[in-house]
């Protein structure tokens, strides 16, 4: 059984910075393809970035690139997130996602076999 689970939001002042963890087991990580989406409240599902297996790049919306960064240990099978400079606008519900595929990475949600329950990231202003 495949579980995904999220650590480390909460509510940030903006400008602050808060670090999001995801830690998967019952899936060989080294297999997948690993993102973080968000949601805000009456908004679409957004991906926020993508970290391919095999050669580790990742990718960024153009609403976080130089302020996230995104990486994974996969001796730990763990999935972080560092965000710095946060705005209000980052608010929002944060999934980790997995993907099956070496090399890739998607854009769209329903390209992600397996989700966290999310992590609920606050930016006041």
């Known amino acids: 059984q495949v579980q995904m689970v999220e650590s480390g939001g909460g509510l940030v002042q903006a400008g602050g910075s808060l670090r999001l963890s995801c830690t998967a087991s019952g899936l060989t990580f080294d297999d997948y393809a690993m993102a973080w989406f968000r949601q805000a409240p009456g908004k679409e599902r957004e991906r926020v970035s993508c970290t391919s297996a095999g050669s580790g790049v990742s990718y960024y919306a153009d609403s976080v690139k130089g302020r996230f960064t995104a990486s994974r240990d996969n001796a730990k099978n763990t999935l972080l997130l560092q965000m710095i400079s946060l705005k209000p606008e980052d608010t929002g519900m944060y999934y980790c996602?997995?993907?099956?595929?070496?090399?890739?990475?998607?854009?769209?949600?329903?390209?992600?076999?397996?989700w966290g329950q999310g992590a609920q990231v606050t930016v006041s202003s």
């Open positions: 996602a997995a993907a099956s595929g070496r090399g890739v990475c998607y854009r769209e949600p329903d390209q992600y076999q397996y």
